[in-house]
């Protein structure tokens, strides 16, 4: 009974273990809230001022660090001006409207609204069928097996993280939240690497 549950712990921890190398610059966002938000708190006397810097800090960082592929990606599907457009749009436009609320709410509640975003598209490859989110953000023809699967799994994955910012939002400190938004980006990497293991495992094209 010992072994065999120890065998199933040593599996669980397994499926977190990356193939490729560790993407070291999604701490970095983390990083400058973690160091930016002491000093910013010495700074600034009203801490509503105080997260929304910190906030667009973190943002602006991860918008930057993530434009070029947003760009790739979009630019596959779209025209060139239409990829300037829904680059601006989605990026700079709105952060631009976060910032100009002045509201560490809508920040916080922007998050959740991405996170159900993403599911509704999950949702509507379940219901259509053709799974192209999932063959274009896996290619890997050994995860052809796994696209209806992992597409209901992606769909559970994002309500999951919304459910998360809710009660993070409900029952956490600001700086508490702060955290949790810079360290996103790592949390995130390594749920999705265990899921799409697992999924690939029992599912997945021999």
Request: glycine content about 4%.
């Amino acid at each position: 009974m010992l072994d065999t549950t120890l065998d199933s712990f040593a599996q669980f921890i397994r499926s977190f273990r990356r193939t490729t190398p560790f993407p070291i610059e999604i701490m970095l966002p983390g990083l400058l809230i973690l160091f930016a938000w002491p000093l910013l708190r010495i700074w600034l006397d009203d801490a509503s001022t105080t997260f929304m810097v910190a906030f667009v800090l973190g943002m602006g960082l991860r918008l930057a660090m993530k434009s070029r592929l947003m760009i790739m990606r979009t630019r596959a599907h779209v025209s060139a001006p239409a990829t300037v457009a829904l680059i601006l749009l989605a990026g700079p436009g709105v952060l631009a409207l976060l910032i100009w609320s002045a509201e560490p709410l809508l920040c916080q509640r922007f998050l959740s609204l991405y996170f159900v975003f993403a599911a509704a598209l999950y949702i509507i490859d379940v219901v259509d069928g053709t799974y192209a989110i999932n063959r274009f953000r896996w290619p890997q023809p050994e995860m052809r097996g796994t696209d209806a699967v992992m597409t209901r799994v992606m769909v559970i994955y994002n309500l999951a993280m919304v459910l998360a910012n809710e009660t993070l939002i409900h029952h956490a400190s600001q700086t508490t939240w702060l955290l949790y938004f810079g360290l996103l980006p790592l949390a995130t990497n390594l749920i999705r690497t265990a899921l799409v293991r697992t999924v690939q495992e029992g599912y997945g094209a021999v």
